[in-house]
C-alpha cells in the first residue's frame, strides 16, 4: 500500500512539473549570407574622398552587440535576433579629426536597417534586403512617401577600381515631419558601400563619397 501511495505521489509531481513548463522561446536568426557579407566587426573602416570639396572622411565599426526584438504584425508577435553594428564617422580637414556621428547598422532576419545621427541631419529607414536585387518599393503613410529603388550592375568602377555585382540603391523620402531625402547608395559583397551621393535638401548636406581605401573584419 506504501508502495502505490509512494509512486502515486510521484507521478503528481511529474504532471505538476510539466504542466508548469514554460516553452523556449525560438528567435528567428539573421540570416547566414547576411551576415557573411554584412556583418562589419570591429577593426572593419573605410575611407572616402568626397568628390564635391575634395574632403577625405573614414567610417569605423567601433562596436557590435547581439540582442533580441519582438515584432508586432496584426497582432502576432514574432521574436527575432538582431545584429547591430555602430559605425563612428569622422572628418579628416587640414589634418585634424573630428567626430561627426553614427551610422548605425541593423541585421534581423534578412533585413538591413540604417540609422544616421548626424548633426544636422538625422536618417532612419530600411535599407535594403538580402540577396540584393532589382526592386522597387513604394510605402505612402502619415508622414509622407517613402521610396527605395534598386539597380543590379555587374560592374561598377570608382577611381580606376572595379567592383563586381554592385547595387545601387536610390532613397527617396519626403513628407510632413521629416526632413527629406534624395540619397544614392553603391554597395556590394566584397568591400559595403563603395559610393554614397548624398542631397539632403534644405539642409545643404551634398557630398558624393567615392571609396579610396577599406578594410573588412568578419
Not at 106 to 128: E, G, K, M
Request: charged share 15%; net charge neutral.
Amino acid at each position: 500500500m506504501k508502495k502505490h501511495f509512494f509512486c502515486f505521489i510521484i507521478l503528481l509531481l511529474l504532471f505538476a512539473c510539466k504542466k508548469n513548463s514554460i516553452a523556449p522561446v525560438i528567435y528567428t536568426p539573421v540570416d547566414t549570407n547576411l551576415q557573411k557579407y554584412f556583418y562589419y566587426k570591429p577593426g572593419t573602416y573605410w575611407i572616402y574622398k568626397d568628390s564635391i570639396s575634395g574632403q577625405v572622411d573614414s567610417f569605423v565599426t567601433a562596436s557590435d552587440s547581439i540582442s533580441t526584438v519582438s515584432i508586432e504584425n496584426s497582432k502576432i508577435y514574432t521574436p527575432y535576433k538582431i545584429i547591430i553594428i555602430n559605425v563612428c564617422a569622422y572628418k579628416i580637414s587640414n589634418g585634424l579629426i573630428s567626430f561627426d556621428g553614427n551610422w548605425n547598422w541593423q541585421l534581423l532576419d534578412t533585413r538591413v536597417y540604417l540609422n544616421i545621427l548626424s548633426v544636422p541631419s538625422d536618417y532612419s529607414a530600411p535599407f535594403f534586403s538580402y540577396p540584393i536585387k532589382n526592386d522597387s518599393i513604394y510605402s505612402q503613410g502619415e508622414y509622407g512617401n517613402f521610396i527605395v529603388t534598386t539597380n543590379m550592375f555587374s560592374s561598377f568602377s570608382i577611381g580606376g577600381t572595379n567592383y563586381n555585382n554592385v547595387a545601387e540603391i536610390h532613397h527617396f523620402w519626403a513628407g510632413f515631419g521629416v526632413r527629406p531625402h534624395n540619397d544614392w547608395f553603391s554597395i556590394n559583397n566584397d568591400a559595403g558601400i563603395i559610393k554614397m551621393r548624398i542631397n539632403n535638401s534644405p539642409d545643404s548636406i551634398y557630398h558624393v563619397w567615392e571609396l579610396q581605401k577599406y578594410n573588412m573584419a568578419r
